[in-house]
C-alpha cells in the first residue's frame, strides 16, 4: 500500500475505523459522528487457511480493506485518524489510546492470548502511517477498574479479572448519562451486554468498579457460556476421568448455557419456540434472565443502592420478552433503559473524537504488568 497525500479535512473530522473479528472485518468511514460508509468484509475458510496465526493475518486483511476503501473512493490522506478495536492488551484503565510501539509488541507477542480482536491495533497503525494521521484503540476488553474488593475471589491463588464488553457497555452508558441529562462521569449505572457472552457491569462515576470476567463464563449462564457453576460440583467433574482439561473448558465457554440447554446459540430460534408456547425452552429462557437479574441485584449493592439507572444493550436486548423478565425482577432499584444491538463502531469513532476535539486527552498504553 503506498502513502497518498492530501490534506486533512478543515471543518469535518474524517475517520477510518477497523474492527476485526474471527471471520470478517468490519471497516467504517465516519464524519464527526456520522458513519458515511461501511461495509462487512467476510473472509472465507479458505482465505484465512494459510495462516497458523491469527495474529499473521493482518498484512491480508490490510491489502484486503486497502482494495475496499480504495474503490469507496475514500483517499487516505483525508483522515484525521484510523481506530481500530483493541485487543488483549494487558488490564488498562478505559479511554482512547495512541497505538505505539509497545502495545503493537504486545499483541505480537499475545501477551494476554489469541483473539482477532488484537488485529486491530496493528492494521490501524499500518494505514495510519500511509496517512500520516494517528492511529488509536478505544476501550478493549481487558478494560480494569476494578475496586480492590472486587478483586478477591475467596482463594489467594485465584484473582477475579476484568475482561468484559467494555467498548460496547461503555458507549451505552455514555448513551444512557446523555439521555439523563447528566456526565457519565457523574452518575452510577448498572451495563448488561446482551450477546454470546453476557456482562454486567457496574459504573460508578465513570469507572466499571466491579463486573463479571465475560471471556470465561463468569457471572450468568449466556447463549453458549456456563456462567458460574457450582464449584464442588465443577471440581469433582474435573477429576472424574470423563473429560479433558480442553473438554471442560468448551463446557464453560463454547458449549455451556444455552447452547447446552437446547442445542443451539441462536436466539431466534430460541425467540420462535418460546412464542409457539415450548415451556422447557422458556423455562430455560427465562432462567438465564433470572440469572441476570441476579447478577443486576449483586451490583446495585456494590454500588450501595446509588444506582441511577440500569441499562440493557447487546443483541438479545431487542428481544422485548426477556427484557420484561429482566425488568420485572428489577425496577424495583432504577429505571430500566433499553438500547438494543450494538455500538462498537459508533463508539470506536466517538472515542478517537473525543480526543480529536480536545475533550479528552489520549492515553498513552503504559501498563503495570512488565
Known amino acids: 500500500m503506498t502513502r497518498l497525500d492530501g490534506a486533512h479535512m478543515a471543518q469535518t473530522h474524517r475517520l477510518l475505523v477497523i474492527n476485526p473479528g474471527s471471520t470478517s472485518t468490519k471497516i467504517a468511514v465516519f464524519e464527526e459522528a456520522e458513519s458515511v460508509w461501511s461495509t462487512n468484509i467476510f473472509h472465507s475458510s479458505e482465505d484465512l487457511a494459510p495462516f497458523e496465526r491469527i495474529i499473521d493475518q493482518y498484512s491480508f486483511r490490510e491489502e484486503v480493506i486497502a482494495g475496499e476503501v480504495q474503490r469507496a473512493g475514500f483517499e487516505l490522506g483525508s483522515f484525521s485518524a484510523v481506530v481500530g478495536r483493541g485487543g488483549l492488551v494487558y488490564p488498562i484503565p478505559g479511554g482512547t489510546y495512541?497505538?505505539?510501539?509497545?502495545?503493537?509488541?504486545?499483541?505480537?507477542?499475545?501477551?494476554?492470548?489469541?483473539?482477532?480482536?488484537?488485529?486491530?491495533?496493528?492494521?490501524?497503525?499500518?494505514?495510519?502511517?500511509?496517512a500520516g494521521c494517528p492511529a488509536y484503540i478505544v476501550d478493549p476488553v481487558v478494560v480494569d477498574e476494578m475496586e480492590p474488593l472486587?478483586?478477591?475471589?475467596?482463594?489467594?491463588?485465584?484473582?477475579?479479572?476484568?475482561?468484559?464488553?467494555?467498548?460496547?457497555?461503555?458507549?451505552?452508558?455514555?448513551?444512557?448519562?446523555?439521555?439523563?441529562?447528566?456526565?457519565?462521569?457523574?452518575?452510577?449505572?448498572?451495563?448488561?451486554?446482551?450477546?454470546?457472552?453476557?456482562?454486567?457491569?457496574?459504573?460508578?462515576?465513570?469507572?466499571?468498579?466491579?463486573?463479571?470476567?465475560?471471556?470465561?463464563?463468569?457471572?450468568?449462564?449466556?447463549?453458549?457460556?456456563?456462567?458460574?457453576?457450582?464449584s464442588g460440583d465443577l471440581a469433582r467433574l474435573?477429576?472424574?476421568?470423563?473429560?479433558?482439561?480442553?473438554?471442560?473448558?468448551?463446557?464453560?465457554?463454547?458449549?455451556?448455557?444455552?447452547?447446552?440447554?437446547?442445542?443451539?446459540n441462536d436466539m431466534r430460534e430460541v425467540e420462535k419456540k418460546v412464542s409457539e408456547g415450548d415451556a422447557r425452552w422458556a423455562e430455560v429462557y427465562e432462567a438465564m434472565a433470572y440469572q441476570i437479574a441476579k447478577e443486576i441485584g449483586c451490583l446495585a449493592a456494590v454500588l450501595e443502592g446509588n444506582v441511577d439507572a440500569i441499562v440493557l444493550t447487546g443483541g438479545i436486548a431487542y428481544d422485548r420478552m426477556f427484557v420484561e423478565w429482566i425488568r420485572r425482577r428489577v425496577a424495583f432499584i432504577a429505571d430500566v433503559l433499553v438500547y438494543p444491538?450494538?455500538?462498537?463502531?459508533?463508539?470506536?469513532?466517538?472515542?478517537?473524537?473525543?480526543?480529536?476535539?480536545?475533550?479528552?486527552?489520549?492515553?498513552?498504553?503504559?501498563?503495570?504488568?512488565?
Open 98 to 130: 495512541l497505538v505505539t510501539e509497545r502495545l503493537k509488541r504486545d499483541l505480537l507477542d499475545e501477551v494476554q492470548g489469541s483473539h482477532a480482536s488484537n488485529l486491530g491495533a496493528l492494521i490501524a497503525d499500518r494505514f495510519a502511517e500511509h
Open 150 to 230: 472486587a478483586r478477591y475471589s475467596g482463594s489467594p491463588v485465584i484473582q477475579r479479572r476484568s475482561i468484559f464488553h467494555a467498548l460496547n457497555q461503555k458507549a451505552a452508558a455514555r448513551r444512557a448519562a446523555e439521555d439523563l441529562g447528566a456526565s457519565y462521569d457523574e452518575i452510577n449505572l448498572i451495563v448488561v451486554h446482551l450477546g454470546g457472552g453476557i456482562s454486567v457491569g457496574a459504573h460508578c462515576q465513570g469507572k466499571v468498579i466491579d463486573v463479571n470476567n465475560a471471556l470465561d463464563g463468569e457471572g450468568p449462564f449466556t447463549p453458549e457460556r456456563s456462567g458460574g457453576l457450582p
Open 238 to 264: 474435573c477429576f472424574s476421568g470423563r473429560y479433558t482439561l480442553d473438554e471442560v473448558k468448551k463446557l464453560i465457554k463454547g458449549r455451556g448455557g444455552i447452547v447446552a440447554y437446547l442445542g443451539t
Open 341 to 370: 444491538g450494538e455500538m462498537e463502531m459508533e463508539a470506536l469513532a466517538r472515542g478517537a473524537l473525543r480526543v480529536l476535539a480536545g475533550r479528552e486527552e489520549a492515553r498513552s498504553y503504559d501498563p503495570a504488568t512488565p
